[in-house]
T-cell receptor, first 115, second 110 residues
Framework: EPEVTQTPSHQVTQMGQEVILRCVPI?????FYWYRQILGQKVEFLVS????????KSEIFDDQFSVERPDGSNFTLKIRSTKLEDSAMYFC?????????????FGPGTRLLVL | EDQVTQSPEALRLQEGESSSLNCSYT??????LFWYRQDPGKGPEFLFT???AGEEKEKERLKATLTKKESFLHITAPKPEDSATYLC???????????FGRGTSLIVHP
């Protein structure tokens, strides 16, 4: 069964460092998303991406964040200068288009710890 | 602003003891309501999508129903492997951004 994959599974970084989280969406999906979940809290939307551009973004997704689809399979989230409060699980998700695009399939997540 | 409230926050059941989880929502124009299962340290695993009041979907021991204000996830004769956090999320209006509830943590004792 096709699935979304994410790497790395865990990342520890120092405050102020840049991190890149990687995702490989399901191959026939065209809509991609990033979410985060701070420990013990709700899943929160960050950004959606379609046709090589951002479709929607939340208030959390400020200038420190960027997304990119560098090739035909990868989708990345970059945090330029990490802060302590960026520590969270980051989930990538994808959905198909045009029909069924409402249903999003999530990856296993990257646990980011900023020290 | 979309609101999603799940209850109870936590639920402990004995194996075989059926029960229901609730997700109440306030949105302007429901596009879809979603149920996910999340195991500790893992990503949400898609279970069901419901689009309109009266709709029902089933998968093994799980059955999801939808009204205009809430959705229920019924668990029939649960097993210990059903232990997980169950998340509800809604999409509304012209957006595909889901708003998640806090989830119900279910523990099924053997």
């Amino acid at each position: 069964e096709p699935e979304v994959t994410q790497t790395p599974s865990h990342q520890v970084t120092q405050m102020g460092q840049e991190v890149i989280l990687r995702c490989v969406p399901i191959s026939n999906h065209l809509y991609f998303y990033w979410y985060r979940q701070i420990l013990g809290q709700k899943v929160e939307f960050l950004v959606s991406f379609y046709n090589n551009e951002i479709s929607e973004k939340s208030e959390i997704f400020d200038d420190q964040f960027s997304v990119e689809r560098p090739d035909g399979s990868n989708f990345t989230l970059k945090i330029r200068s990490t802060k302590l409060e960026d520590s969270a699980m980051y989930f990538c998700a994808s959905s198909e288009a045009p029909k069924g695009k409402e249903t999003q399939y999530f990856g296993p997540g990257t646990r980011l710890l900023v020290l | 602003e979309d609101q999603v409230t799940q209850s109870p926050e936590a639920l402990r059941l004995q194996e075989g003891e059926s029960s229901s989880l609730n997700c109440s929502y306030t949105v302007s124009g429901l596009r879809g309501l979603f149920w996910y299962r999340q195991d500790p340290g893992k990503g949400p695993e898609f279970l069901f999508t419901l689009y309109s009041a009266g709709e029902e979907k089933e998968k093994e021991r799980l059955k999801a129903t939808l009204t205009k204000k809430e959705s229920f996830l019924h668990i029939t004769a649960p097993k210990p492997e059903d232990s997980a956090t169950y998340l509800c999320a809604v999409q509304s209006g012209g957006s595909y951004i889901p708003t998640f509830g806090r989830g119900t943590s279910l523990i099924v004792h053997p």
